[in-house]
């Protein structure tokens, strides 16, 4: 055999493997989550993934760049053009951050609505007052409102009180292998985060709150082809 020969079967091998790229591109759409913290909720993401089997081809948790909510969504928005001008985009991006003490919450949360309503897919996945809450409802249902009290913050009040749950007395923001613990509780935690929702919406409150269920189902959607 030739090496035109060989150049033309090469050539056409690669056309057919970008075809294919292609047409899985088609069918599968990409999702980036660029998280506040750097540790707890990468982890729990990158587990769930696993667990599913979703590739980080479609869903990309990305290392955040600053803890703040402002910078959380700063970061999406340079992921996102990065990867506009590498000639693709991702269908919905998600910022994943906690209200606690963050001054910069509120816009943080305003910034997404703009983009969104200026045509660019970015939704805030906010818990009020941090990630916890959504680990707690893996345990039961609690709409307590959390406050900070003495040396602690409020966040510190939420981590106190998932301690006191089985398997959870020395629970450490970062810690690895959260998802797998609670596994088995997962559609609880989704029935009573949206329950949590229902209570938040009739009676005005936003202590505590939770939208990291709208996340997990979306992630969840994508094993169904």
């Excluded at 790229?21 to 540790?39: F, M, P, S």
């Excluded at 006191?164 to 959260?178: C, D, H, I, M, R």
């Excluded at 229902?198 to 994508?222: C, E, W, Y």
């Amino acid at each position: 055999m030739g090496s035109e020969d060989l150049f033309h079967k090469r050539k056409a091998r690669a056309s057919a493997a970008l075809q294919r790229q292609r047409r899985e591109r088609a069918r599968n759409k990409r999702y980036l989550v660029v998280c506040e913290g750097t540790k707890t909720e990468p982890h729990y993401f990158r587990d769930l993934l696993d667990d599913l089997g979703i590739r980080p081809q479609i869903v990309r948790i990305a290392p955040n760049d600053g803890v703040s909510p402002d910078r959380v969504v700063a970061h999406a928005v340079a992921l996102y053009e990065e990867d506009a001008a590498a000639g693709d985009t991702f269908d919905t991006v998600y910022c994943v951050f906690d209200r606690d003490k963050h001054t910069t919450f509120n816009d943080a949360v305003q910034r997404t609505k703009d983009l969104s309503a200026a045509g660019q897919p970015f939704v805030a996945i906010t818990s009020t007052p941090c990630f916890e809450v959504w680990l707690l409802l893996h345990f039961g249902y609690t709409d307590q409102p959390f406050h900070a009290a003495g040396k602690k913050s409020v966040g510190d009040q939420v981590v106190s009180t998932l301690k006191t749950k089985p398997g959870f007395a020395k629970y450490n923001k970062g810690q690895e292998g959260v998802y797998g613990q609670l596994k088995g509780r997962l559609n609880d935690a989704l029935t009573y985060a949206e329950q949590l929702r229902r209570h938040g919406t009739a009676t005005s409150s936003i202590n505590p709150a939770t939208d990291v269920d709208v996340l997990v189902k979306l992630i969840q959607s994508l094993t169904v082809k």
